[in-house]
């Protein structure tokens, strides 16, 4: 079975900075666009941020300037590092490949933005 383990969540005051990890089998990892996605409570999945094999990146406006992800294709992990947090940034994080598959989800990592 797949699975994707997420890590690096936790409780953060606004404008600080956390940095989240992906580790994936390198038979995912290797061929696919990876992405970091967040559920907010009663919202759905969203898309935040997305990387090519080849290290393009795409970032959902409300992120932009604040996280930046990255691979590192010798660990088969992407990063997300998120700076200058915000209150509404609170969601469980999950990393997927981009378009996303169902059966890679894995439990997320808890982000929770709060003084």
């Known amino acids: 079975q797949v699975q994707l383990l997420e890590s690096g969540g936790g409780l953060v005051q606004p404008g600080g900075s956390l940095r989240l990890s992906c580790a994936a089998p390198?038979?995912?990892?290797?061929?696919?666009?990876m992405g970091w996605y967040r559920q907010a409570p009663g919202k759905q999945c969203d898309l935040v941020a997305r990387i090519t094999s080849g290290g393009s990146t795409n970032y959902a406006d409300s992120v932009k300037g604040r996280f930046t992800i990255s691979r590192d294709n010798a660990k088969n992990t992407v990063y997300l590092q998120m700076n200058s947090l915000k209150p509404e940034d609170t969601a469980v994080y999950y990393c997927?490949?981009?378009?996303?598959?169902?059966?890679?989800w894995g439990q997320g990592t808890q982000v929770t933005v709060s003084s």
């Open positions: 390198g038979s995912i990892f290797r061929l696919n666009p």
């Open positions: 997927n490949t981009s378009p996303s598959v169902n059966a890679w």
